[in-house]
């Protein structure tokens, strides 16, 4: 007896001070999404590898680690607000397991969010003065906007929020060239290689299609939390049936543009020929698995799979220097 005695205090006791400060950081962190967080970094430091900057390396430093920090950072702001107006849906979509409802209240919510947001904006000016573009400074609390609106006004859920998104998501790829572009001009009064931007314009594209995918795949998966907080997405006035084709539709479009590049390319190189034909048999597996999918689980799954594939399609960035 009091040996159990003893290991009954020892559970109900309260934890030491430093399991609850790694409770609270491990919190913070998993709101951000540090997943697609990472997306974005490789996709960024890949196209930053590839651009191939001018100048020693303190001044790249000071030029694009500060414009990448503050994408970062605005990124996970949009996550965050975005989990926080979507409790009411998620009740039903993520079965009562609400990571957000883990803060004490709704004023800890926008703190956390407005300090991530006024960072990332100073992050951009930063970067934007080292370039003495005072358009670059805009560019991230435009970011900012379009994505509290995409969390707030539920009919940016019917595609129009959608296509901002997959907008935001492509200028991750095309903000760097832009940059090194401005920077150029001002020092050496050159431009990128037209082909250069040509592949960049490309994996852009390619980027904002296969996002634009994406989404339509997570309001399929949500379709019931959406109905409980009336969002009227694309799947519901739609109906699933006709969501689902909208989403084969897309991918077999981009199949064909698939196939076109390849018989481009292929003499130009064969190992990027290769990949592209590896990208064309995710793709078209991907439509597949669409074609005959009913449940949330199998829309989560296919959510996961073109997550797969825009990370692959994120790797054609190192054959840009061999082209």
């Known amino acids: 007896m009091a040996v159990q005695s003893v290991v009954e205090k020892a559970n109900s006791a309260p934890l030491p001070a430093i399991f609850h400060m790694k409770s609270v950081a491990h919190h913070y962190l998993v709101v951000l999404r540090p997943a697609n967080l990472v997306m974005i970094l490789i996709g960024q430091s890949l196209t930053l590898y590839t ?51 883990q803060f004490s209240e709704t004023s800890e919510v926008y703190r956390y969010y407005l300090v991530l947001n006024a960072l990332a904006i100073l992050c951009g000016f930063f970067s934007a003065q080292s370039l003495n573009t005072l358009l670059l400074g805009f560019v991230l609390p435009c970011v900012a906007l379009i994505l509290f609106a995409y969390s707030r006004v539920k009919w940016f859920k019917l595609g129009v929020g959608a296509v901002l998104i997959s907008i935001c998501v492509s200028a991750t790829i095309l903000l760097i060239p832009w940059m090194e572009s401005v920077r150029r001009d001002t020092n050496l009064n050159q431009a990128l290689p037209h082909l250069t931007w040509l592949g960049y314009n490309t994996i852009a594209f390619a980027a904002f299609w296969l996002n634009l995918m994406r989404e339509l795949i997570k309001d399929l998966q949500d379709i019931k939390g959406d109905q409980n907080d009336n969002r009227p997405t694309l799947p519901i006035i739609m109906g699933t049936s006709r969501a689902k084709n909208l989403v084969i539709g897309l991918g077999l479009v981009a199949s064909v543009i698939l196939i076109y590049g390849f018989f481009s390319i292929y003499t130009l190189s064969y190992s990027l020929g290769i990949y592209m034909i590896t990208l064309l048999t995710a793709l078209l597996y991907f439509c597949h698995r669409t074609r005959n999918a009913h449940r949330a689980q199998d829309f989560k799954s296919l959510s996961l799979h073109l997550k797969y594939i825009m990370l692959q399609g994120t790797l054609a960035l190192l054959w840009l220097n061999h082209l």
């Open 51 to 101: 651009v191939n900057p001018i100048g020693p390396l303190s001044a790249k430093i000071v030029a694009y680690g500060p414009i990448i920090l503050g994408t970062l950072l605005v990124a996970g702001a949009g996550y965050l607000i975005n989990d926080h107006f979507d409790r009411i849906s998620d009740q039903i979509n993520a079965n009562g397991a609400l990571v957000i409802d």
